[in-house]
């Protein structure tokens, strides 16, 4: 296995974790965003507060995503075991 094939195979892993990470974050972010905005305008400090907004935002973006990322996980991991024979030559 020669170093362009270790840092292509590493780059296309990295870049789906950024794909498939990207949309969970996005939406913990504007939801914490949103609720922190709430908790300062009306002066609740309540941690549960920001916890259950977000797990359930996240909750509702794997349901409307999961099969995209699961797809594309599947077709990552079906093309990296596709490409071992050439691999080890």
């Known amino acids: 296995m020669t170093p362009e094939t270790v840092m292509t195979t590493a780059r296309e892993a990295l870049w789906l974790t950024l794909q498939l990470a990207t949309p969970l974050l996005l939406v913990a972010l504007a939801v914490g965003v949103v609720v922190g905005i709430v908790q300062a305008a009306t002066q609740i400090n309540e941690m549960t507060l920001s916890f259950i907004p977000k797990l359930l935002a996240i909750a509702a973006v794997i349901v409307a995503l999961g099969p995209w990322m699961l797809h594309a996980l599947v077709e990552?991991?079906?093309?990296?075991?596709?490409?071992?024979?050439?691999?080890?030559?």
């Open 76 to 89: 990552y991991t079906r093309h990296l075991i596709e490409s071992i024979p050439v691999m080890l030559n």
